[in-house]
């Protein structure tokens, strides 16, 4: 069992740079595979960027490709989601989830767990 919380979102100008966080309950979070995913408002829930329990693999959205970047820090538990030269249409609220084997790491489906979601709002 993992229980999972986000933190970081807020609201930002076009251009910037932000952190999200992710804290993991749990003394197994290293064996988690961890995702984000974001929603915006009327859209489904779509992939943003997934990384492997090692961290030797991460996968991200062709549309955020280049611009974030997830990583993890198993000893404090917690994974990032470093998001720069953000644009309005990064506006979502941002899940992260976790599975320790995910069916797939592009799609909800995949895991297990989730957290409430943080807000991120971007002003063009």
């Known amino acids: 069992q993992v229980q999972l919380v986000e933190s970081g979102g807020g609201l930002v100008q076009a251009g910037d740079s932000r952190r999200l966080s992710c804290a993991a309950s749990g003394r197994t979070f290293s064996r988690y595979a961890m995702g984000w995913f974001r929603q915006a408002p009327g859209k489904e829930r779509e992939f943003v960027a997934a990384?492997?329990?090692?961290?030797?693999?991460?996968y991200y959205a062709d549309s955020v490709k280049g611009r974030f970047t997830i990583s993890r820090d198993n000893a404090k538990n917690t994974v990032y989601l470093q998001m720069n030269s953000l644009r309005p249409e990064d506006t979502a609220v941002y899940y992260c989830?976790?599975?320790?084997?995910?069916?797939?790491?592009?799609?909800?489906?995949?895991?297990?767990?989730w957290g409430q979601g943080t807000q991120v709002t971007v002003s063009s």
């Open positions: 989830a976790a599975d320790q084997s995910p069916r797939s790491y592009y799609y909800p489906y995949g895991y297990d767990y």
């Open positions: 990384i492997h329990w090692s961290g030797t693999n991460t």
